[in-house]
């Protein structure tokens, strides 16, 4: 299984971050949105499937020795499409802890939709604990309350639909902030940052938007 590196992304929210991208077979089939991910249209289904296809991409010594040299403190995204290493629901832990070395000294972050069972979760509370900001994705502002009170040791993302209006707002005790991407046009990855604190006191909430809007509101509707 390949991985691809772009070293200065040319998203317009995600800022000139460098990026990475892996295979399909990396999703978990519990991802409501694994046939309508965003992914899944325009340039980047190009690129995904091949990657997907070993067309693109390079080994894992060879990605994690290019992630080895980025500069100190560098943030940078893994998966803009794809998820953590491992076919399907489960994670390679062992693949996946060399890329956690890799990572010493950098900000690396990602969200994952792998589920949460015993040997998952240990290894994605893990990551936080070690410098690579692992974000549980979550479906709805109720399945983020549920995940939440389950006490993770990891930062928590959900989908918000698509009008929603409220930057910031509290639900149940959980406080929630609208992605500043979203909602400011001087505002990227690259400039923001939040998604790379593991221990922040908030869950972060992307509204859904593009040709996937109608979808992804009646999943953040619906769980």
């Not at 991910?37 to 990605?63: M, N, Q």
């Not at 802890?97 to 000294?105: F, K, M, S, T, V």
């Amino acid at each position: 299984m390949k991985i691809h590196l772009t070293l200065k992304s040319s998203n317009v929210k995600t800022g000139p971050i460098p990026v990475s991208t892996q295979s399909r077979k990396t999703c978990p089939p519990e991802c409501p949105m694994i046939r309508d991910c965003y992914a899944s249209s325009g340039p980047l289904a190009i690129h995904w499937s091949a990657v997907t296809d070993e067309k693109r991409g390079v080994s894992l010594p060879e990605f994690t020795q290019a992630i080895a040299t980025l500069p100190t403190r560098q943030l940078w995204r893994w998966g803009q499409a794809g998820d953590l290493l491992g076919e399907g629901s489960d994670i390679d832990v062992e693949s996946m802890d060399r890329i956690l070395e890799a990572n010493r000294g950098k900000r690396g972050f990602t969200y994952t939709h792998k589920p949460l069972n015993e040997k998952n979760l240990s290894w994605i509370e893990k990551a936080n604990r070690e410098g690579f900001t692992v974000n549980i994705s979550t479906n709805s502002v109720r399945h983020a309350i549920e995940t939440v009170n389950k006490g993770p040791q990891a930062p928590v993302v959900t989908l918000l639909p698509s009008d929603h209006t409220a930057e910031r707002f509290e639900r149940d005790g959980v406080q929630f902030r609208v992605c500043p991407a979203q909602i400011r046009d001087n505002i990227d990855c690259s400039k923001c940052g939040l998604c790379a604190l593991p221990k922040r006191p908030f869950v972060i909430g992307f509204i859904a938007h593009g040709t996937k809007a109608k979808k992804v509101s009646e999943i953040a509707n619906s769980y």
